[in-house]
């Protein structure tokens, strides 16, 4: 089609240049209810709000009223899903990262997000923060230590066998028994695999359909719109109803799992250095403290916020890692990102099987749920990326949301967890070996200068990091449920922040901790699954029609 001249509307622009603009009489927040009750302004969309908020207030009520039977429920969930389910996982992130790399060397990498004519909102340095700090955060201050130390324990102590004939040992694949060399590199493969190419590739399939279909087609920003080119005006009734209510209930339960892994290692760091007593009392208090400021930050707005507090917050994250990178072996850590990568790719292949694997507690316990959990986050993530990426083309969004934050995520695994285990395999100190998972972190940093300095800035990035994602989510949740209006007031941001933080205490509090956590993210990553798999195939339609129209 020829150049567009007309708003989108509620605060999306229109395209620049020539897009392909979709034909529909459906107007953004037409099924909208507006009104206010006493100062309180609200615009929310009729019936997505109303299912997604009461199903979150009654899960909330049901929690706290019958603990025990929940914490059953959620228990049964995570090991009915990742037992039944995991091939399908595999399986599934296997070709979200295929088809990004397809639109990297394909025609259809030229399409510019929001027009021929369009720029950027925002610079490298300011779009990069925001995304990343969005989308890995605080799972990078928890695992950065944790997760090597751990693949390379289990891998160095081989491989065990039940009675039932079925593996016992947590260890990736083969493992390599009594071998500390083999046993690094595998354990900073498998950690690579988790955080590499796979997430990434799942948060660009929601990112480039969101705004595509948004920027360029003139449809509202929610997940709905994706689908179009399959189920044409059907998706503004319940087909469109049934995916968004489930993107909200996917981006509720994976940020709270989030919430719930920062606030316990925020508590585990504070009782390190301050002996504040680690419990469900101080962790409350963390989760309602920091839901607090990040309510203040949604009051001042996506650049008065979230930019600047993910700027602030990836100065910190990168001062952390050159300190630990220059006071630790520093030669030995980059020896070691290279080979890391190497070790990736060889072990890959392997990694990626879906069918016929032997490490059932690894496949399962581990890649299943990450998946489950990357998926469960990408409506959020995704959503947010889409809003900070307007006059990117293709090429340029799936190369910096696939390939760049990949290999930040490898520099960052190689340094922090490199040097704990550097630690143990050269300097025999085992303490963060030793150490619970939320204490890794602060374990490594205690053989190195600067230990208290250095472990409340990792505290502080878990918390900013905490905040961060509790806003952007709000923001992605609010905008789901307003209809796609990117301008609603602020008090239902508020409300989706408030709910966050309060489904993240009383999983943690009444049913069963972070395990019950982990069941809920899983068990509403299955059906988000399908839903990113058919959006792979509307994306493929939505980005031949632009061609067309813009030859």
Known sequence: MTDQSTGAGDGIPAPDGQSHIIDTEYEIGQDNVEGSVGPFGFDIHNP??????????AFVFYTLALPEQAGAAFSWLFSAVTTRFDWFFLGAANIFVIFCLLLIVTPAGNVRLGGTAATPDYGYVGWFAMLF???????????????????????????????????TDWAPLGAAAGNEA????????????????????????????????????GLPLTIRSAFYPIFGDR?????????????????????ATSLGFGATQANAGLNELFGIPVSSTTEVILISCITAVALVSVLRGLDGGVKVLSEINMGLAFL??????LVGPTIWLLTLFADSLLAYLQYLPALSN?????????????????????ISWSPFVGMFIARVSRGRTVREFVVCVLLIPSLVCVLWMSVFGGTALHQVITDGYTAAQDASLELKLFKMLDALPLTQITSIIGIVLVVVFFVTSSDSGSLV???????????????????????????AIVLLLSAGGLQSLQSMVISTGLPFTLVLLVMCWAIWRGLANERRAIK
């Not at 998706?235 to 940020?255: K, M, N, R, S, Y």
């Open 182 to 217: 083999e046993a690094a590199r595998l354990g900073m493969a498998a950690t690579i695999f988790h955080w590499g190419l796979h997430p990434w590739a799942i948060y660009a399939v929601v990112g480039l359909a969101l705004a595509l279909f948004s920027y360029n087609k």
């Open 235 to 255: 998706v503004w009734g319940w087909t469109g109803h049934i995916i968004d209510i489930i993107a909200v209930f996917a981006t509720l339960f994976g940020l």
């Open 477 to 503: 949740i609010d905008t789901i449920t307003a209809g796609g209006k990117v301008d609603a007031p602020v008090p239902q941001r508020a409300f989706w922040a408030i709910f966050e933080g309060a489904v």
């Open 133 to 167: 700090a969005a989308g890995m955060g605080i799972g990078l201050m928890f695992y950065g230590v944790s997760e090597p130390m751990s693949h390379f324990s289990s891998s160095l102590g081989g491989t065990a066998v039940g009675e039932d004939g079925i593996r």
């Open 320 to 325: 952390l890692l050159i300190f630990v990178l």
């Open 354 to 374: 879906p069918i016929g694997r032997e490490d059932v507690n690894f496949s399962q316990g581990w890649t299943a749920f990450y998946w489950a959990w990357w």
């Open 48 to 57: 997505v709000f109303a299912i997604s908020g009461l199903a979150i207030v």
